[in-house]
């Protein structure tokens, strides 16, 4: 079934320049990702295949559908690591979260701490057709608290179509911006691969994720991996993933 994963082992091209996939959900049975451990490992597995040599793992914190905490992540990362390590692979796995902007958030930013990537940073998202009415305060708030927004896929926010100046606004504004590998190919559509391109040609790309749920993105990753858009992502000097982990 997963016998796609060889061919693209001799590829010339793979994703071993960003090294670190930075966003994904590959932990078990927490959120919309891997359903449970065997997929984990199996998408962990495809990943390395495809040239990532670590990963950062980032559960939803979406109150209304997955209403994870650090204990529910913990255990989860706890249980892959052990998995692999019962597999045989040896591969830097960590975790961090993606969380919604919605007002269960802005509760944990005031009263807990939240789980980043290194740096400080915080993964966030929010509707794709709209912006949360108080947006730039509470990114403001991020700020004083400590954090770095780190903004995933914004590309996808199609509210930000007809108003492209709101990019450079967030990159002014010291905000870091995560471009999804899949958008430039356009997965998610022509409008969400023109937004990709539209960040890459104006260099307000951060860094670049995976943003893997399923084994749907692990094959399409590989089959895309010649994608001229993807090749011009992959051949960007602004991404920051390599260095991830030297903060």
Not at 16 to 27: N, P, Q, V, W
Not at 96 to 123: I, S, V
């Amino acid at each position: 079934m997963f016998s796609f994963l060889k061919k693209y082992n001799t590829l010339p091209e793979s994703y071993a320049t960003l090294g670190i996939d930075m966003h994904s959900h590959i932990l078990p049975g927490i959120d919309d990702g891997a359903p449970n451990l065997e997929t984990s490992v199996l998408l962990i597995k495809g990943l390395m295949q495809l040239g990532f040599e670590a990963f950062i793992a980032t559960p939803h914190i979406y109150q209304e559908l997955y209403p994870n905490t650090n204990e529910t992540i913990e255990t989860a990362l706890h249980d892959t690591r052990k998995a692999l390590k019962e597999a045989g692979i040896q591969v830097r796995v960590e975790a961090a979260a993606e969380y919604m902007l919605d007002d269960h958030f802005e509760q944990l930013l005031e009263t807990t701490p939240l789980r980043t990537l290194p740096g400080n940073r915080a993964l966030i998202e929010m509707s794709p057709l709209s912006a949360p009415p108080n947006l730039d305060h509470i990114l403001f708030r991020m700020q004083l608290k400590g954090y770095v927004p780190l903004i995933a896929h914004p590309e996808r926010y199609l509210f930000v179509k007809t108003n492209k100046a709101r990019y450079h606004d967030w990159h002014d504004r010291g905000y870091e911006l995560q471009l999804n590998l899949l958008s430039l190919t356009g997965y998610y559509g022509p409008s969400v691969r023109d937004l990709g391109l539209y960040l890459l040609k104006n260099k307000l790309v951060h860094f670049a994720g995976t943003d893997l749920h399923h084994t749907k993105h692990l094959e399409l990753l590989g089959k895309t991996l010649k994608d001229k858009n993807l090749q011009k992502l992959l051949q960007y000097e602004g991404l920051n993933n390599k260095n991830l982990f030297q903060n």
